[in-house]
């Protein structure tokens, strides 16, 4: 099997998550995800996007997201870079904690993928890394 790597660039503004949703969802279908997994991975992108464009790059439109999608050997790769204007916390927030009633997008995506990492780029960013196995 062949390995594909995309790489997106996108605004950090609200809506734009839906590109690289739709391009997720794309490859996912290529590769035979079921329908409930395709679900998982458009919830998953969608948190790690907004996550991006309003924690990390601070809702700045001019500074990009960069999501990374590789497929190799049935597992999908989805990495989703900022340039780290708010470092993620480690550890993680509880979801509930916050009276705003805000950290749930990490605890989701950390629920709906089958491998969950994050930290920082080499240029002081963040990035958050999910993986998929289609077996």
């Not at 079921?34 to 969608?46: G, N, S």
């Not at 900022?82 to 805000?102: F, Q």
């Amino acid at each position: 099997m062949r390995a594909h790597h995309i790489t997106l660039r996108l605004p950090s503004e609200l809506g734009y998550e839906k590109i690289a949703m739709a391009s997720a969802v794309t490859i996912a279908c290529r590769m035979g995800f079921a329908p409930d997994r395709i679900d998982d991975i458009k919830t998953a992108v969608a948190e790690a996007c907004i996550n991006a464009i309003e924690h990390g790059n601070e809702m700045q439109v001019a500074i990009p997201i960069i999501i990374e999608l590789n497929e190799e050997n049935g597992t999908l790769e989805i990495k989703v870079s900022d340039v780290g204007r708010k470092i993620i916390p480690s550890p993680l927030p509880h979801p509930g904690d916050d009276p705003r009633h805000r950290g749930w997008g990490m605890y989701l995506i950390q629920n709906l993928v089958d491998e969950f990492d994050f930290g920082l780029t080499p240029q002081g960013g963040n990035f958050i890394r999910m993986r998929l196995h289609l077996a």
